[in-house]
DNA sequence: TCTGGGGTCCTAGGACCC
DNA sequence: TCTGGGGTCCTAGGACCC
């Protein structure tokens, strides 16, 4: 029996945790740049308010007044995330940790009630701990158990927020009930072609017979059907398996044509991109860079590029990576043009012990290495970006906007002392400080 | 005026091998 | 008129997820 816990309206109830009169209002999180809406209160919802609706198509739904926005900060929001799964991982036999806002895991009794009784404390746990709502849902495979958890959160009547889906008659009727683009699964594409065939909930989906199913979908797509009819076979890689791809990138705050302000950008991306590979103890062979115009904007010739480039050995270096993206990024930028967005990926990617020096330049290797170490050691020490490379030691006009900021370091106090004992061993809460900022500088 | 960021997996087709 | 058979590896693009 697999459980799946899934945090409602995540960033929204994480914005709340620190400020409760945002309590019954309705409240969107912004993306990067504030560009647009990826997190809404269900008060938010009710009003119409789509995911991914522009920042500035919110007043289109209602009253802009009415809506409070505010740009995301995902530094707290990883944190509670953290805090949850904490809790969970204390009762989950196996979690397997899917995404910052949800969790798999085996439930420990055969006895399907005493499943219900242990997640409904669980749901408890966690609002009384942390202060986010999460809903449960429990099922023989993970695709049912999305569906559980779906209708565990839609039912308003269920103040428990736990739903198993365990008797093969009950299972067939909520199917039936369930639209097909709410599988896990099916995305946009598949819904379409779905849906102009007359398939619109997972009840008629799981009667297609899988030769159609393979004509218009890939095997992932028979193996959806297959969970529905409760046959377990997808499994979710855990979080500590290494990253395939590490990726950086950023959306201006407006369109940029200077090769310098671009040039700027990409050497910070490449930094993130090294920090985290050391971090994750690995090292990366290949970079990419891309750039790209804005495609929204008609009155401006487009442009789009990408260049991969293949380093002498695998690096974790923010001076390597820097250096080679840069050399990406003199093979695709054009003069003329002006640029909206930019990232940097890493690729090629393995762990330190399978590292092997380029006999050809082992020693800078070497050095490189340890350079990198004695910098981590200091920025650990000392707090994250004292020492940087030199372009991005200021805030490049590149940086993008975020303007939504809440500025609630007052309640940081108030969050910390609510915790019981052996929860508080966390490090703290990263809060923008605006007075210990001012210090800092 | 203003439209995000970060991942994974699968497949088809081309290049190349014998 | 007619032009083998079988394999691997790589890459780009497309689908999906949050």
């Known amino acids: 029996m697999y459980a799946l816990a899934d945090c409602n309206n995540f960033f929204v109830s994480c914005e ?38 522009p920042a500035f198509q919110v007043k289109n739904y209602t009253n802009p007044a009415n809506v409070i926005m505010l740009s995301g ?28 806002d949800e969790a798999f895991f085996a ?32 099922a023989p495979t993970r695709t049912l158990a999305k569906i559980a958890s779906h209708v565990a959160k839609k039912d308003k009547n269920n103040v428990e927020r736990v739903k198993g889906l365990t008797d093969a008659d009950e299972i067939n009727l909520v199917l039936n009930r369930i639209k097909i683009d709410d599988v896990w699964g099916i995305g946009r594409k598949l819904n379409a072609k779905l849906l102009s065939c007359g398939i619109d909930t997972a009840g008629k989906f799981i009667m297609l017979p899988k030769s159609y199913l393979q004509r218009i979908g890939n095997i992932n797509l028979v193996r959806t059907q297959q969970e529905l009819k409760g046959v377990d076979c997808i499994s979710i890689n855990p979080v500590d398996i290494a990253h395939k791809s590490i990726m950086n990138s950023r959306t201006f705050g407006h369109v940029i044509n200077k090769k310098q302000e671009i040039a700027d950008a990409i050497i910070s991306f490449a930094q993130s991109c090294a920090a985290q590979l050391r971090q994750e103890g690995s090292a990366a062979l ?18 789009s590029n990408s260049c991969s480039v293949r380093m002498p050995s695998h690096t974790a270096s923010a001076m390597e990576l820097a250096k080679h993206a840069l050399i990406a990024l003199n093979n695709i930028y054009r003069d003329n043009f002006y640029y909206r967005k930019a990232g940097v990926m890493v690729t090629d990617i393995i762990s330190n012990d399978q ?16 350079l990198m170490s004695a910098i981590d050691n200091i920025n650990n020490r000392y707090g994250k970006k ?56």
């Not at 409904?120 to 449960?136: E, M």
């Not at 092997?356 to 082992?362: A, E, M, R, T, Y």
Request: net charge positive.
């Open 386 to 441: 004292q020492i940087v490379l030199a372009p991005t030691l200021s805030r490049g006009e590149w940086a993008p906007l975020q303007n939504h900021f809440a500025t609630l370091s007052k309640t940081l106090h108030f969050y910390t002392g609510m915790y019981p004992r052996y929860i508080c061993d966390y490090k703290p809460i990263v809060q923008r400080d605006e007075d210990e900022e001012k210090k800092h500088q």
């Open 107 to 138: 439930l420990p009794f055969d006895d399907n009630e005493q499943n219900h009784k242990l997640l409904t404390s669980l749901v408890k746990k966690i609002q009384q701990y942390v202060g986010v709502p999460v809903s449960i849902g429990f």
């Open 16 to 53: 709340r945790v620190f400020n409760p009169s945002l309590n019954g209002k309705p409240v969107v999180v912004l993306s990067g740049n504030d560009g647009c809406v990826i997190a809404r209160s269900n008060e938010a919802k009710a009003l119409g308010i789509p995911m991914g609706c």
């Open 355 to 370: 590292l092997q020096l380029d006999i050809f330049n082992g020693e800078n290797d070497v050095r490189q290495a340890k």
């Open 73 to 100: 900060r995902h530094i707290v929001y990883r944190d509670l995330s953290n805090r949850i799964m904490r809790i969970i991982g204390e009762v989950a036999l196996n979690l397997e940790v899917y995404s910052v």
């Open 286 to 303: 290949t970079i990419t860079v891309y750039i790209r115009g804005d495609h929204f904007r008609q009155d401006l010739p487009f442009y």
